[in-house]
């Protein structure tokens, strides 16, 4: 029974990337691995080798909120996949009244991690978000991206005075650092 949250309070800092390597990494160590998008950029969908062009996801089909297997797409590695979708603005406000009720969040996400080979993987907007306060409530274990440079130490206060995560947060918390390999050719 796993549910990951990766998060963090700088934007791309390799999150969305490093939500998919876990993803795969699991898979290849035997679990039932299910990824899910809470960012409106709507870009994990493109390690997975979906197109741009599928606009499907669980906030674009509000309708769908309480039942999300049938916006699951079975990628071609055999991971399971939940895109955000694409939305206009109005959608994206009504998700985030749908998650602000956190006994239904965690009625819709249980079944993909409540077993022992389950892993759920949540990829979150950069910063504070309706969506990590509402992921928060059901204690997951929480990956903080970082990177080794100035723009993540601006913002370590945030996460050491305990502001960036909600109070309530009593599970673990690991930290990620990004390193950038750059190559001239
Ligand atoms: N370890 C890495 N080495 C080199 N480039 C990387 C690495 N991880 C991510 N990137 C690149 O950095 C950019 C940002 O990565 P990514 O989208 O994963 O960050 P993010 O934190 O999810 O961003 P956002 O806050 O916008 O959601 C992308 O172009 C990605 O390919
Ligand atoms: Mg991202």
């Known amino acids: 029974m796993t549910l990951i949250c990766i998060t963090s309070p700088k934007g791309g800092v390799g999150k969305t990337t490093l939500t998919a390597n876990l993803a795969y990494t ?91 080979d389950r892993v759920l993987l949540v990829d979150l907007p950069p910063g504070h978000s309706v969506s990590l306060d509402a992921i928060s409530r059901l204690k997951p274990i929480f990956v903080t991206v970082l990177m080794a440079d100035s723009s993540s130490v601006a913002v370590l206060p945030t996460i050491e005075n305990g502001d960036f995560f909600p109070v309530e947060v009593e599970s673990d918390i690991y930290f990620w650092l990004t390193s950038w390999i750059c190559v001239n050719v």
């Open 26 to 116: 699991f898979q290849r160590q035997g679990k039932h691995v299910t990824v899910i998008d809470f960012d409106s950029q709507d870009s994990l969908k493109l390690h997975f080798g979906l197109s741009f062009d599928d606009t499907d996801g669980v906030v674009a089909e509000e309708s769908q909120h309480s039942n999300w297997d049938n916006l699951i797409v079975t990628t071609d590695s055999g991971i399971d996949l939940l895109p955000y979708g694409r939305t206009n603005r109005k959608e994206r406000l009504n998700f985030e009244k749908y998650l602000a009720d956190s006994r239904q969040l965690e009625e819709a996400l249980r079944p993909y991690y409540q077993d022992e």
